[in-house]
């Protein structure tokens, strides 16, 4: 049964939509005891899931019970904040008949949505170094992902996406849009900008992509849309080059350690201490080896740049450069130890949501923007090939072609770690370049 559900979920193109985009049909491979549904929502401004939350809640559970039955799970957790009252009430109505189910009412941290965060919260578990959920015994998926396994069930494909668009729109709100809708498109919709040149996050403050302009297009992963002034100091703060990121790394890096204090893989237990990480790219020592390598078991969380580091400086941005050279070099990470116990200062280090808002400076864009549904009318979109981790999918339409919405048009190329793509509009095929499918409606 679970290969069925599995390849249900496959042909939909269903990937992870919190995250980095895995492909859902090998984590519903999986043999595990426990399936978490990730309502966490702990990135600042998003507001996507909790909408979902509250428009989809027998939706989610019904996916949270077909991802428990493809990986044999005897316990399903839905683990979101305490203070997300009218969602665990919509849930909690739902409960008696879904008697494995459990509600996890988590505090308003951040990063309580990280995977490994949250399976510490809900089960006590410690994912190991450089590990995943499924070390421990436990897959986790965001909750949009859960209602697109739900919609695989069905036979219906991922075509849409909840996207949180705030910031410099005159309009903002919680959206359905098509995936592959130009993000130029998005903000006309939601009004245009306010500001002449803008920055837009995909994403949350925390984790998200900038790019300036309104380039960009919708993909399965987009949770939000911030568009900020592009002389925003949030906005020049993080898109600063590396090589001036380095340059204020060894004049300024004072050893504080504020930055391992505040690490959440630190306070798991992991090795990571960042700034040890730090001393060694400051004395440019590769030795030993132990201390560089811890990079590769940072989660690119940005505490340590947005929150921690009283001097503004940017572990994070560091270590995704070391990270890149020990790629280059093909130094794997050597770090896999399972720690028994996570720090003792653990429950004292947990950053409140709003304590991380601040430090962006993005405080006066909260706010909780109306769902405004699915959005109709869209004449154009552009569906990237990669939209997940893996490979690029494989087109299977040409340049002519007549597509109606939901028809497959790029296919996992064979054997190869990959997601379907879908058309989201139903239109013309304009162009098969690139990187991308577009499709004129
Ligand atoms: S980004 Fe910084 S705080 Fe987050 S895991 Fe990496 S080193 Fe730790
Ligand atoms: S918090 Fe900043 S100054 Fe302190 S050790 Fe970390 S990077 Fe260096």
């Given at each position: 049964m679970g290969n069925g559900i599995s390849e249900a979920i496959k042909l939909a193109g269903v990937v992870g939509a919190g995250g980095a985009g895995?492909?859902?049909?090998?984590?519903?491979?999986?043999?595990?005891?426990?399936?978490?549904?990730?309502?966490?929502?702990c990135e600042?401004?998003?507001?996507?899931?909790?909408?979902?939350?509250?428009?989809?809640?027998?939706?989610?559970?019904?996916?949270?019970?077909q991802m428990m039955q493809a990986t044999g799970a005897t316990r399903g957790i839905l683990a979101l904040k305490g203070k997300y009252k009218?969602?665990?009430?919509?849930?909690?109505?739902?409960?008696?008949?879904?008697?494995?189910?459990?509600?996890?009412?988590?505090?308003?941290?951040?990063?309580?949505?990280?995977?490994?965060?949250?399976?510490?919260?809900?089960?006590?578990?410690?994912?190991?170094?450089?590990?995943?959920?499924?070390?421990?015994?436990?897959?986790?998926?965001?909750?949009?992902?859960?209602?697109?396994?739900?919609?695989?069930?069905?036979?219906?494909?991922?075509?849409?996406?909840?996207?949180?668009l705030i910031g410099e729109v005159r309009i903002p709100g919680i959206y359905r849009f098509p995936i592959g809708t130009t993000v130029a498109e998005a903000v006309r919709?939601?009004?245009?900008?306010?500001?002449?040149?803008?920055?837009?996050?995909?994403?949350?403050?925390?984790?998200?992509?900038?790019?300036?302009?309104?380039?960009?297009?919708?993909?399965?992963?987009?949770?939000?849309?911030?568009?900020?002034?592009?002389?925003?100091?949030?906005?020049?703060?993080?898109?600063?080059?590396?090589?001036?990121?380095?340059?204020?790394?060894?004049?300024?890096?004072?050893?504080?350690?504020?930055c391992t204090d505040l690490c959440p893989r630190y306070q798991l237990g992991h090795d990571l201490e960042p700034h040890k990480v730090m001393r060694a790219v400051i004395t440019r020592s590769q030795e030993p080896p132990y201390?560089?390598?811890?990079?590769?078991?940072?989660?690119?969380?940005?505490?340590?740049?947005?929150?921690?580091?009283?001097?503004?400086?940017?572990?994070?941005?560091?270590?995704?450069?070391?990270r890149k050279e020990l790629a280059a070099k093909g130094v794997k990470n050597p770090h896999h130890r399972k720690p028994e116990q996570v720090r003792t200062s653990h429950a004292f280090t947990k950053i409140p949501k709003e304590r991380a808002l601040a430090r962006t400076g993005l405080t006066p864009y909260d706010g909780h923007p109306p769902y405004r549904g699915q959005v109709a009318g869209i004449r154009h979109v552009e569906l990237l090939l990669s939209q997940h981790i893996g490979a690029p999918a494989k087109p299977t339409v040409r340049e002519g072609d007549f597509v109606n919405r939901g028809d497959r048009v790029a296919v996992p190329p064979d054997g190869a770690l990959s997601a379907a793509i879908h058309a989201s509009i139903s239109g013309r095929v304009a162009a098969v370049a690139g990187d991308r499918i577009v499709i004129e409606g």
């Amino acid at each position: 049964m679970g290969n069925g559900i599995s390849e249900a979920i496959k042909l939909a193109g269903v990937v992870g939509a919190g995250g980095a985009g895995f492909p859902t049909h090998v984590k519903a491979d999986s043999r595990v005891d426990t399936v978490i549904a990730n309502g966490s929502e702990c990135e600042p401004l998003l507001h996507s899931d909790q909408a979902l939350m509250l428009e989809y809640p027998k939706e989610i559970i019904a996916g949270l019970e077909q991802m428990m039955q493809a990986t044999g799970a005897t316990r399903g957790i839905l683990a979101l904040k305490g203070k997300y009252k009218e969602q665990v009430a919509a849930f909690r109505t739902l409960l008696p008949a879904h008697p494995d189910v459990t509600i996890v009412e988590l505090g308003n941290f951040y990063p309580s949505g990280d995977e490994q965060s949250m399976v510490y919260e809900c089960t006590g578990r410690i994912v190991p170094e450089g590990g995943i959920p499924l070390n421990v015994g436990v897959v986790v998926d965001n909750v949009e992902t859960l209602y697109n396994v739900f919609q695989a069930m069905k036979g219906i494909p991922v075509t849409d996406r909840t996207v949180t668009l705030i910031g410099e729109v005159r309009i903002p709100g919680i959206y359905r849009f098509p995936i592959g809708t130009t993000v130029a498109e998005a903000v006309r919709i939601a009004g245009g900008t306010s500001v002449p040149n803008v920055a837009v996050i995909d994403g949350g403050p925390m984790m998200g992509r900038i790019t300036f302009g309104l380039d960009g297009v919708i993909r399965k992963t987009t949770s939000g849309l911030i568009v900020l002034p592009a002389d925003h100091p949030f906005v020049i703060r993080r898109t600063l080059p590396v090589n001036m990121e380095l340059l204020r790394t060894v004049s300024m890096c004072c050893q504080c350690r504020e930055c391992t204090d505040l690490c959440p893989r630190y306070q798991l237990g992991h090795d990571l201490e960042p700034h040890k990480v730090m001393r060694a790219v400051i004395t440019r020592s590769q030795e030993p080896p132990y201390q560089i390598t811890q990079a590769h078991i940072c989660c690119l969380c940005g505490i340590c740049e947005t929150i921690a580091c009283p001097l503004g400086l940017s572990p994070r941005n560091v270590f995704a450069m070391v990270r890149k050279e020990l790629a280059a070099k093909g130094v794997k990470n050597p770090h896999h130890r399972k720690p028994e116990q996570v720090r003792t200062s653990h429950a004292f280090t947990k950053i409140p949501k709003e304590r991380a808002l601040a430090r962006t400076g993005l405080t006066p864009y909260d706010g909780h923007p109306p769902y405004r549904g699915q959005v109709a009318g869209i004449r154009h979109v552009e569906l990237l090939l990669s939209q997940h981790i893996g490979a690029p999918a494989k087109p299977t339409v040409r340049e002519g072609d007549f597509v109606n919405r939901g028809d497959r048009v790029a296919v996992p190329p064979d054997g190869a770690l990959s997601a379907a793509i879908h058309a989201s509009i139903s239109g013309r095929v304009a162009a098969v370049a690139g990187d991308r499918i577009v499709i004129e409606g």
